[in-house]
Structures are given as C-alpha cells and as structure tokens.
C-alpha cells in the first residue's frame, strides 16, 4: 500500500470515526456522494434534513470539504449543509490541466453545475480561502440565489492581502520558471502544516489530520501541477475585487465574518472591509490562524447557527434550531 494512499485511507477513517461520533452524540449523519458535473465526478458530504434550507460550504487551498468535518453535524440538526471538493481536491475527480481548465472561473461554472444538479435553489453560502473567489463568483451571477454569506479568512478587498503574499504577485502576473519555483513551496509538507498550525492559539488543540489528510491529496502524482495552476490564476481574482464589491453593496445580503487574526495571509483589515460595503456585517475576531475552526470551531458553531436562525432564514419555523 503506497504512502499516499495510506494517507487518504487514514483521513477517510477519521471521517468515519467522526460520523460514529455524530451518531453518539445525536447529531444527524453525514453521507459521502458523489455528483457528475459536466462530466467531472464531484465528491461532497451532505447531512441534514432534505427539505431544510440549505448552507452551501465551499473551502480552501490546500484542504477540501474534510475542512469542515466537525461543523457539518453541528450545523445539519436544522439545516441541509452541502460541502464538495472542487476538481482536483479531496475525493473529487483531478484530471489533468492539459483537459480541464484549473482557472477559478472554471470551478465556479463547476460549482454553478453542482448546485443546480442537488437542488439547492437558495442557500447560504460559507465561503473559506478559496471559497472566497470560487463562491462571490456564484453570488455576483446569482444574487437571486443567496441568502447570505458566512465569510472565515476569505478576501475581496486589497487590503486583505497580507504583505506575505507580496512574493506570490509576480507569479500571478506571469507563469514563469523563475516565479514558479517559490511557489511550490506551497505545496510541501511543512508549508501545509505551517498554514494550519501559525497563529494558533494554542498548537496542541489542532489536530494532525486536518495536514495530513491536506497533503496526502496534495501529493498524488500530477496534482502539484494542479495546484500551480490554480495558484497562478489567483491573481485574476484581485481583479475581481471591484464587481464583487458592486455585488455587496447593491445587494446587501446579510453576512457574518468569522476570522482568524493571527492569519499569516490575510489580515483583519480584510474581515472589517466587509462591513464598509455591507454595514450590517457582523465581524468576530478570533485569537486563532487561518483555519479557524480547527481551534475555534464550537464557537463558530454557535454564531453560525445564530445567524442562520436570525437573519439568513429568518422567515423559517420560529426557534427551529435551539442554540
């Protein structure tokens, strides 16, 4: 059994062990699917009560919808919570960039196909990292759709961007050897462990998994390219910056900020940007890095589940999800 593998099987034994414990605990199952989308087998966990209003997870480099694995029983007693892998990610298919597009214009399309295939017709839309780009991209074509955003360390403004990424511009202006090379160090073991454990308030509380599953994916033969791929167009999400900012301001969709501040790439300027363009944007910093519910995830929870009740679904059965 090969080492990359041996990964995955681990991370997918650990899904397991978690839906027993959801069980254990009363909370409802998740169910591991997989949907055609153009074409492209695209996997994603769904729980919840069918007919719930939905809450569409969408997560970030380098993870997949693994992310999520302990809010998604949390938030499913009363939602119907859908979360894929795009392309390339988790268990979803990767085919090779010389027949699939790796642009983020292209996994929104994907992701466009994805939700009109399970039916989600308005949903919120929890938007991490890459979620950010990939989702905003959604609700700017489909305003109609949303029924608010829930934003943890995604940007869309520039003053977001941590002065750290300043190395990664000239690799997105232009893909060369010489811009190429310090980008993979993204893709490395230490740089994906880094991303989960800096900023931490306490290290000891993130769990190895959560890396471990990251790379064992990251690793499979082909997939840096991949990865490089999507790390190269990143630069055409700066500029989208303006239209999703038209979109916040003419549409004003409620949103809740949850936010790492000890995130090493996007900063808390970037989580209080929102509420410029949304004034009714509630914004709560955590003491904690960019993958924030790795350590704070109990009290997202809570504030997840608040909003949903609150403002997202307010016009849903009074008191349908007691926090």
């Not at 966990?45 to 209003?53: F, L, S, T």
């Not at 000891?204 to 690793?219: E, G, M, N, V, Y």
């Not at 996007?266 to 955590?286: C, E, K, M, N, Q």
Request: aromatic share 12%; charged share 20%; hydrophobic share 40%.
């Amino acid at each position: 059994m090969n080492e990359v593998f041996k990964g995955a099987l681990s991370g997918m034994v650990a899904a397991a062990m978690l839906t027993g414990s959801a069980l254990a605990d009363g909370l409802p199952p998740v169910h591991y699917k997989t949907r055609e989308v153009y074409g492209v087998a695209v996997f994603y966990r769904e729980a919840g009560p069918p007919d719930a209003p939905v809450v569409l997870l969408l997560h970030g480099f380098p993870t997949s919808s693994h992310m999520y694995r302990d809010l998604i029983p949390q938030l499913a007693r009363c939602y119907r919570v859908i979360a894929p892998d795009y392309p390339g990610y988790g268990f979803s298919a990767a085919p090779p960039p010389v027949s699939f597009a790796y642009t983020f214009d292209h996994l929104a399309e994907i992701m466009d196909g994805f939700v009109r295939a399970v039916g989600a017709k308005r949903y919120v839309l929890y938007a991490q990292d890459f979620g950010g780009p990939v989702g905003f991209r959604l609700a700017a074509k489909h305003p109609e759709r949303i029924a608010g955003l829930i934003i943890q360390n995604a940007v869309a403004h520039e003053e977001g961007l941590a002065p750290s990424l300043d190395a990664a511009r000239p690799f997105w202006e232009a893909r060369t050897p010489e811009t190429e090379a310090p980008m993979r160090a993204f893709l490395t073991a230490e740089t994906t462990r880094y991303q989960f454990i800096q900023g931490a308030k306490d290290p000891s509380r993130i769990s190895p998994d959560a890396w471990t599953h990251a790379q064992a994916l990251i690793d499979r033969p082909g997939n840096d390219e991949i990865q490089l791929a999507l790390l190269h167009d990143y630069g055409s999400n700066l500029r989208k910056y303006p239209e999703w900012q038209a979109y916040f301001r003419a549409h004003q969709p409620p949103t809740l900020v949850v936010w790492g501040k000890n995130d090493p790439f996007f900063t808390v300027a970037g989580a209080r940007a929102y509420a410029r363009d949304i004034p009714g944007t509630s914004v709560h910093l955590f003491d904690t890095g960019h993958f924030a519910l790795e350590e704070e995830g109990p009290a997202i929870a809570r504030l997840a589940l608040e909003f949903l009740e609150r403002r997202a679904f307010p016009a849903a059965e009074p008191n349908r999800c007691p926090l």
